[in-house]
T-cell receptor, first 116, second 114 residues
Framework: DAGVTQSPTHLIKTRGQQVTLRCSPK?????VSWYQQALGQGPQFIFQ???????QRGNFPDRFSGHQFPNYSSELNVNALWLGDSALYLC???????????????FGDGTRLSIL | AQSVAQPEDQVNVAEGNPLTVKCTYS??????LFWYVQYPNRGLQFLLK??????LVKGSYGFEAEFNKSQTSFHLKKPSALVSDSALYFC????????????FGKGTRLHILP
């Protein structure tokens, strides 16, 4: 049973570029959340997708956008990259059908994004 | 607004000794509380959760946590530390009145000394 998988594992971009990160949720999960974890910090909630719609959003600018596909996989897009976007981006999945907010999230190993 | 505080950036414990990693929280409704562990270059792994019921919750790898409503705390504990427990630990809270937004603490680095 595959867990949460993220691609790519590492990515290097330059300022002003755009990036797309991908996530496949754990089998049986229907909800995907994205987090940004800066060095030495806890994960910061970006947004969550369920039924192909953004359901909740954290305090991130519109440069951060996402998508969820019918197979529950998800993408995180970041436009106009700047140095401060350098971080580990984590995807987490859960199941609303299994109880939603009282269920733990399952995390992928993340994508390490470096902005030069 | 909901929040989580982990007051210690780092905790050092000798192998075999009991360990405690502290966490306090603030939510408007009833809290759903979680502990996660992160090893280098990896994602977060779920350890245990408190939703309702017994205040002492047992989880993976011999860890347990005690929910204290009056002190709004959810400290992580283990009776006998192992060197392999060395990692970064995150406490997280979700407000039962708010659907699915989870807030993480800044993390506590646990060093188990051989």
């Amino acid at each position: 049973d595959a867990g949460v998988t993220q691609s790519p594992t590492h990515l290097i971009k330059t300022r002003g570029q755009q990036v797309t990160l991908r996530c496949s949720p754990k089998s049986g999960h229907d909800t995907v959340s994205w987090y940004q974890q800066a060095l030495g910090q806890g994960p910061q909630f970006i947004f969550q997708y369920y039924e192909e719609e953004e359901r909740q959003r954290g305090n991130f600018p519109d440069r951060f956008s996402g998508h969820q596909f019918p197979n529950y996989s998800s993408e995180l897009n970041v436009n106009a990259l700047w140095l401060g976007d350098s971080a580990l981006y984590l995807c987490a999945s859960s199941s609303r059908r299994a109880g939603g907010s009282n269920q733990p999230q399952h995390f992928g190993d993340g994508t390490r994004l470096s902005i030069l | 607004a909901q929040s989580v505080a982990q007051p210690e950036d780092q905790v050092n414990v000798a192998e075999g000794n009991p360990l405690t990693v502290k966490c306090t929280y603030s939510v408007s409704g009833n809290p759903y509380l979680f502990w996660y562990v992160q090893y280098p270059n990896r994602g977060l792994q779920f350890l245990l959760k408190y939703i309702t019921g017994d205040n002492l919750v047992k989880g993976s790898y011999g860890f347990e946590a005690e929910f204290n409503k009056s002190q709004t705390s959810f400290h992580l504990k283990k009776p006998s530390a192992l060197v392999s427990d060395s990692a970064l630990y995150f406490c997280a809270v979700r407000d039962s009145n708010r659907d699915d937004k989870i807030i993480f603490g800044k993390g506590t680095r646990l060093h188990i000394l051989p």
